[in-house]
């Protein structure tokens, strides 16, 4: 259950009923257009448009449409109640006023979703006619559909072998040219993710897939991903409590982002280049697990010591990012649920974003707001390089003072970028901790949107 449809969607506004988006400002009009007998209604029931309150409108035979209230909120979750709040036996459509119907229609679209892999929802969302031009909206939703779903999969079933596999058949969905490495190959090419993977029984995959758009020639920019695909990690001999594995099926939220990104990317048809990385391994304790100060060499010639095994999603992207600088991309991107320090630093909601181009990092700053998919920036701060010293090696995995923790993850990220590569790293938890409008509990689809806008803006 890795790419559900969005089958609550119709086409057609025949039989539909209304839902009247109201705001307090406007209240009074509305009153004035509706019918006496349900002005009158909502007049008593106290209806006053504020954030998230709806109320069924009564008509002759039953219900005869539905008010939402937004308040002052611009945001599209504010109608991500709705699948679940209006009655599921009737269709329903948004009646155009002072809103943006499209971003409504991808904030009811998120609102649906319910993880449906090992039991059946208790109730279905409500059916909504999209108008034709909502494709954007659509696609977007899916995406982010497929991203949860991927998210949300338990660990023993979404492996790294089964990761590997849906990412060959996306990839193989828009006719893109596909590799995988494993064993041996994989081994030779990718000898840090080789190390983090070495612990398990289910073996790690690396999956790369070139493609490109209709439009695009031999000199289009070339938009390079990398995802941190860590299907479960225990932290390895650096055991993590067991309040600290619950959720540790969704170490692989950067990857799956990454393809939902990619997802969009294609389904646009955008007129670039793509290549696509993602590094599918399972962080384990065996006897054949990497040890706290193994020292082990990059796939760039690097050696790196282990001061930490539970820093492994570093190990698994820079491997990733020194092949996909070999390219010289006109602009690398790699996302990962990475650390805790940036949890602490931002919360939940708020992935971190380093970048070593300014003008990238401001143009997505703006358009994470615009489109309601946040962000926020912090220093690739130089003065801390130093601390991924070590005695024995080039570099340490991680630092032995017990601060800035992202950003010393993302400076030793930053040490496998060619120069001259524009790189942005994005720092995410990828996780709802509870359900809101919009966001419901699990799995979540962090900066796909306003990475896809960067995107869209500059090519």
Same mark, same amino acid.
């Given at each position: 259950?890795?790419?559900?449809?969005?089958?609550?969607?119709?086409?057609?506004?025949?039989?539909?009923?209304?839902?009247?988006?109201?705001?307090?400002?406007?209240?009074?009009?509305?009153?004035?257009?509706?019918?006496?007998?349900?002005?009158?209604?909502?007049?008593?029931?106290?209806?006053?448009?504020?954030?998230?309150?709806?109320?069924?409108?009564?008509?002759?035979?039953?219900?005869?449409?539905?008010?939402?209230?937004?308040?002052?909120?611009?945001?599209?979750?504010?109608?991500?109640?709705?699948?679940?709040?209006?009655?599921?036996?009737?269709?329903?459509?948004?009646?155009?006023?002072?809103?943006?119907?499209?971003?409504?229609?991808?904030?009811?679209?998120?609102?649906?979703?319910?993880?449906?892999?090992?039991?059946?929802?208790?109730?279905? +969302?409500?059916?909504?006619?999209?108008?034709?031009?909502?494709?954007?909206?659509?696609?977007?939703?899916?995406?982010?559909?497929?991203?949860?779903?991927?998210?949300?999969?338990?660990?023993?079933?979404?492996?790294?072998?089964? $990761?590997?596999?849906?990412?060959?058949?996306?990839?193989?969905?828009?006719?893109?040219?596909?590799?995988?490495?494993?064993?041996?190959?994989?081994?030779?090419?990718?000898?840090?993710?080789?190390?983090?993977?070495?612990?398990?029984?289910?073996?790690?995959?690396?999956?790369?897939?070139?493609?490109?758009?209709?439009?695009?020639?031999?000199?289009?920019?070339?938009?390079?991903?990398?995802?941190?695909?860590?299907?479960?990690?225990?932290?390895?001999?650096?055991?993590?409590?067991?309040?600290?594995?619950?959720?540790?099926?969704?170490?692989?939220?950067?990857?799956?982002?990454?393809?939902?990104?990619?997802?969009?990317?294609?389904?646009?048809?955008?007129?670039?280049?793509?290549?696509?990385?993602?590094?599918?391994?399972?962080?384990?304790?065996?006897?054949?697990?990497?040890?706290?100060?193994?020292?082990?060499?990059?796939?760039?010639?690097?050696?790196?010591?282990?001061?930490?095994?539970?820093?492994?999603?570093?190990?698994?992207?820079?491997?990733?990012?020194?092949?996909?600088?070999?390219?010289?991309?006109?602009? $690398?991107?790699?996302?990962?649920?990475?650390?805790?320090?940036?949890?602490?630093?931002?919360?939940?909601?708020?992935?971190?974003?380093?970048?070593?181009?300014?003008?990238?990092?401001?143009?997505?700053?703006? $358009?994470?707001?615009?489109?309601?998919?946040?962000?926020?920036?912090? +220093?690739?701060?130089?003065?801390?390089?130093?601390?991924?010293?070590?005695?024995?090696?080039?570099?340490?995995?991680?630092?032995?003072?017990?601060?800035?923790?992202?950003?010393?993850?993302?400076?030793?990220?930053?040490?496998?970028?060619?120069?001259?590569?524009?790189?942005?790293?994005?720092?995410?938890?990828?996780?709802?901790?509870?359900?809101?409008?919009?966001?419901?509990?699990?799995?979540?689809?962090?900066?796909?949107?306003?990475?896809?806008?960067?995107?869209?803006?500059?090519?």
């Amino acid at each position: 259950m890795l790419d559900q449809t969005l089958d609550f969607v119709i086409d057609t506004p025949d039989g539909t009923r209304p839902v009247h988006v109201v705001r307090p400002d406007g209240l009074a009009r509305f009153f004035d257009a509706l019918p006496p007998a349900q002005a009158g209604f909502l007049r008593e029931s106290g209806f006053t448009a504020k954030q998230d309150e709806l109320r069924l409108l009564p008509g002759s035979d039953g219900v005869a449409g539905a008010a939402l209230g937004i308040g002052n909120d611009a945001s599209l979750f504010v109608y991500g109640g709705l699948p679940m709040q209006l009655p599921e036996t009737i269709a329903w459509r948004l009646e155009p006023g002072d809103y943006d119907q499209a971003a409504a229609t991808l904030g009811y679209c998120l609102g649906a979703y319910r993880y449906s892999g090992f039991r059946s929802p208790r109730r279905k +969302p409500a059916s909504l006619f999209v108008p034709h031009d909502h494709e954007t909206s659509l696609s977007q939703a899916s995406a982010a559909w497929m991203v949860r779903d991927l998210i949300n999969t338990p660990a023993n079933v979404l492996g790294p072998v089964e $990761l590997a596999e849906f990412t060959v058949s996306l990839a193989e969905r828009h006719d893109a040219d596909c590799k995988l490495s494993a064993g041996a190959a994989l081994e030779q090419a990718y000898p840090t993710i080789a190390a983090v993977g070495r612990g398990s029984v289910r073996p790690p995959q690396v999956v790369g897939f070139h493609w490109r758009g209709s439009a695009a020639t031999d000199d289009a920019p070339l938009l390079s991903l990398c995802g941190k695909g860590v299907c479960f990690d225990t932290g390895g001999y650096d055991l993590k409590p067991s309040a600290g594995m619950l959720r540790m099926k969704k170490d692989m939220g950067g990857a799956a982002s990454v393809l939902g990104l990619a997802r969009l990317i294609m389904q646009a048809d955008l007129p670039l280049r793509l290549a696509v990385r993602i590094g599918c391994v399972e962080n384990s304790v065996s006897g054949t697990a990497m040890r706290p100060s193994d020292v082990v060499r990059t796939r760039s010639g690097l050696t790196v010591e282990i001061g930490n095994t539970d820093a492994e999603g570093r190990l698994v992207l820079c491997d990733l990012l020194d092949e996909a600088s070999e390219e010289n991309p006109s602009l $690398l991107v790699d996302c990962a649920t990475l650390t805790g320090a940036a949890r602490t630093a931002l919360g939940p909601d708020l992935p971190a974003m380093f970048c070593n181009d300014d003008a990238t990092a401001e143009a997505l700053s703006r $358009l994470a707001g615009a489109v309601h998919d946040p962000l926020w920036r912090l +220093p690739l701060w130089s003065g801390y390089d130093d601390w991924l010293k070590s005695s024995v090696a080039d570099m340490n995995n991680v630092s032995s003072k017990p601060m800035a923790g992202s950003i010393v993850a993302a400076l030793y990220l930053q040490r496998f970028i060619k120069p001259g590569v524009p790189w942005l790293h994005l720092d995410l938890y990828a996780w709802n901790d509870q359900s809101r409008p919009g966001r419901p509990e699990g799995g979540e689809a962090m900066g796909m949107r306003a990475l896809f806008a960067l995107a869209k803006q500059k090519w």
